[in-house]
């Protein structure tokens, strides 16, 4: 009796097709397609079967238009000017020495206004040219606050913290494209 396989392999060799279901009008790509978004759809209803809310993957910052912080489903809340700094810090990537935080003054009113409760320009102002003082310790204060806060919100919260050694330019490690940023 002639083996089936050899006499498959013989077929397609013989007849150049290219794609063995070919002959009945199948294209495997076009098999393989249907076949994973029936999965796909299975899975979703499965899913909601079960009730649970599908996530962002958990590496996900997304910062909403009134600058809440979640971190893929968790929100992050702190102080806000623990918040004003984190969220000053995640918009430069390259990293800001502490001494050259004076620079970013305007930067940084901008953010506390949109983040705090005060509407008083004085109030805003005041707290600010605070943090900005080098000799008071109210920047570290905020960063550690914000280092603690992600700490405790997740297990493995190096990526998100600001860090940097001393002299050197401090910044949030993560790579940028796991930010959204609402509009």
């Known amino acids: 009796m002639l083996d089936v396989g050899l006499l498959a392999l013989y077929y397609f060799s013989f007849c150049r097709l290219e794609e063995p279901l070919a002959a009945y009008g199948i294209k495997w790509e076009e098999q393989e397609t249907e076949e994973l978004l029936a999965f796909v759809s ?17 590496q996900t910052v997304r910062i909403t238009r009134g600058l809440r912080i979640f971190i893929g489903q968790r929100e992050m809340k702190i102080r806000p000017m623990a918040k004003t700094v984190w969220l000053f810090f995640l918009r430069h990537p390259e990293g800001i020495p502490l001494k050259q935080f004076i620079e970013y003054e305007k930067e940084l009113a901008y953010l506390y206004k949109k983040v705090s409760r005060s509407s008083s320009p004085t109030e805003i102002s005041a707290r600010v040219k605070r943090i900005l003082d080098l000799f008071n310790n109210d920047l570290n204060v905020n960063i550690a606050r914000v280092n603690r806060a992600l700490s405790a919100l997740l297990d493995n919260a190096c990526d998100y913290r600001i860090s940097g050694s001393a002299g050197e330019p401090k910044r949030i490690g993560l790579d ?8």
Request: proline share 8%; net charge positive.
């Open 42 to 58: 299975k899975a979703m209803l499965e899913v909601e079967r079960r009730g649970i809310t599908p996530a962002l993957p958990s």
């Open 176 to 183: 940028r494209k796991w930010v959204i940023w609402e509009s």
